[in-house]
T-cell receptor, first 110, second 112 residues
């Protein structure tokens, strides 16, 4: 039973355009959400996060939106750059644990 | 500051062998954890620790043991390796509140 779902295995976007990565969750007890980026043969690196009491958090080209009623969060990357090509994982915190989605492969074409 | 280090980077085991994956961090983080990454399944939590002497199970703990005798080190032991344990293993650390985790570079394990 996957509590955190990333339903799009991959996404392809033109350089300069917006990338939107989506994540859905089922557990209403999650209180904090994070996005990680992972390049091949490296460990994931933290990108941006949002508390469940907020609906938006912005950091440079990256914005995360949280819709609690829909149990949905999204990561917007504007403008997308070729170096953004990676696997993106969303994660949700419950107590002492993080639950991760399966990841979305983002390819930014130049 | 080395961050989170893991050894070895690659390992091949035969079924039934045991081994220990090493993980160390130099950021004085209370929280450390082990994940495995399998295709199409994201990162799944194996075991975690909220401080020296305290460990707990994650989502997929069977076949693995951990201990935390110091703040810096959190080794993962495979007791009797099985092909189902072929995976990439990541160690991570963070402050107690889990606002952000720092990951090591991973260990790619193959069990034949």
């Amino acid at each position: 039973d996957q509590q955190v779902k990333q339903n799009s295995p991959s996404l392809s976007v033109q350089e300069g355009r917006i990338s939107i990565l989506n994540c859905d969750y089922t557990n209403s007890m999650f209180d904090y959400f994070l996005w990680y980026k992972k390049y091949p043969a490296e460990g994931p690196t933290f990108l941006i996060s949002i508390s469940s009491i907020k609906d938006k958090n912005e950091d440079g080209r990256f914005t995360v939106f949280l819709n609690k009623s829909a149990k949905h969060l999204s990561l917007h990357i504007v403008p997308s750059q070729p170096g953004d090509s990676a696997v993106y994982f969303c994660a949700a915190r419950y107590g002492n644990k993080l639950v991760f989605g399966a990841g979305t492969i983002l390819r930014v074409k130049s | 500051n080395a961050g989170v280090t893991q050894t070895p980077k690659f390992q091949v085991l035969k079924t039934g062998q045991s081994m220990t994956l090493q993980c160390a961090q130099d950021m004085n983080h209370e929280y450390m954890s082990w994940y495995r990454q399998d295709p199409g399944m994201g990162l799944r939590l194996i075991h975690y620790s909220v401080g020296a002497g305290i460990t707990d199970q994650g989502e997929v703990p069977n076949g693995y043991n951990v201990s935390r005798s110091t703040t810096e080190d959190f080794p993962l032991r495979l007791l009797s390796a099985a092909p189902s344990q072929t995976s990439v293993y990541f160690c991570a650390s963070s402050y107690r509140e889990l606002y952000e985790q720092y990951f090591g570079p991973g260990t790619r394990l193959t069990v034949t």
